[in-house]
C-alpha cells in the first residue's frame, strides 16, 4: 500500500490519540472497560452533599444539622484548628443523625515547604494532632495545602523539593492510615499557591508516594481557573479522588448564584465515570439569604448531578 505524506501523518496522529487515550484509560483503575461496565461504575456513584460548618444557618451546631436534615446533606466539614478539643461536642451533635464528618479542612500551623525546619516540624505536628482527632470521628482524611503564595521563605519549584514531598507526606500517610483516615492534598489556583495547582499534579504525587493514606481532592472553584476540563482533572485522579470542594464559578459564592456560569455537569459526568461515593462539599460564601439561597444550591446540584 502507498503511503503519501499526508496519510502517513493522519495515521500517526489517530496512532497517537488512540495511545494517548488508552494511557489516560489505564491510569484510572476504575475506568470502565466496557459499556456494561461502564453502567456498573456509574451505578456506584453517588451525590452525598457536605456542609461546611459556615454554610447552613444556625446558632450552634444542632440547629445546623437539623436544616442538613431537611435537605438531605450527609456530611459535615470542620475546620481543623481546634478540632482536638471538639471531638467530643461534634460526637453529641451528630448521634442519632444520617450525618457523617466528611473531610477536615486545614487548620494546621506552619507549612510543610518552609525554608525553616522549624516551621516544617510545626506544620507536622499541628497535622498529627488534627489527624488523631480526625480518626476519632471517622473522617475521610484532613485537607493540607503544601504552601500558599504569602508563606514565605519556601523552597524553590525543583525535583529535590518534591522529591522531599513526598518522603515528608509518605512518613504523614502512614501516620494517617494508622489513625484510620487520610491526608489530602488540595491543588489551588495560581493567585492562591505556586506549588500543586492541578489535580493530575496532586494525583502523580499520590502515585508516586504509592501510600494508601496519602490521596487528593478537586475543588470546583479553582479547577474553573486551572484546568481544561473538568472531567478530565476528575478522570486525572482515579482512585487517589478522596474529596471534592463546590463554589460558584465566578464570586466563590453560593452555587446558583452566579447564573449560567454555575455548570457542575461536565465535572458530574467525570465522578460518575469513577463511581465517586465519597463527599461533594460546600466550601464557599453567600451574597443572599442563607435560608433561600443554601436549598436553591441544593436543588441546582441535585438537578445537575441528574442530568450528568
Known sequence: MSLNRRNFLRTGLVGAAATAVGTSWAGCTSAPASQSSAETTKSKAELKLSFQEGIAPGKDLNEKFDLFEKLGIVGFEPGGRGLADRVGEIKDALKGRNIKVSAICAGFQGFMLAEDEAVRNQCRDTMQEIITAAGELESTGVIIVPAFNHQTPAMPHTQETRDFLCKWFDELGTFAAQHGTTVIFEPLNRKEAF?????????????????????????FWHMTWEETCDMGAFLSAGEYLQHV????????????????????????????????????????????????????????????????
Not at 506549588?195 to 475543588?219: E, F, H, K, T
Not at 460564601?285 to 450528568?308: F, H, I, M, S, T
Request: aromatic share 8%.
Open 195 to 219: 506549588y500543586l495547582r492541578q489535580v493530575a499534579d496532586a494525583a502523580s504525587i499520590c502515585r508516586d508516594i504509592n501510600n494508601p493514606g496519602v490521596r487528593c481532592m478537586g475543588d
Open 245 to 308: 470542594h463546590i463554589a460558584s464559578r465566578k464570586r466563590r459564592s453560593m452555587p446558583s448564584e452566579d447564573g449560567e456560569a454555575d455548570n457542575y455537569i461536565t465535572g458530574f459526568k467525570g465522578l460518575k465515570m469513577l463511581g465517586y461515593d465519597k463527599y461533594v462539599s460546600f466550601e464557599c460564601g453567600c451574597q443572599g439569604d442563607r435560608n433561600v439561597v443554601v436549598p436553591a444550591a441544593v436543588e441546582l446540584l441535585r438537578k445537575q448531578w441528574e442530568e450528568a
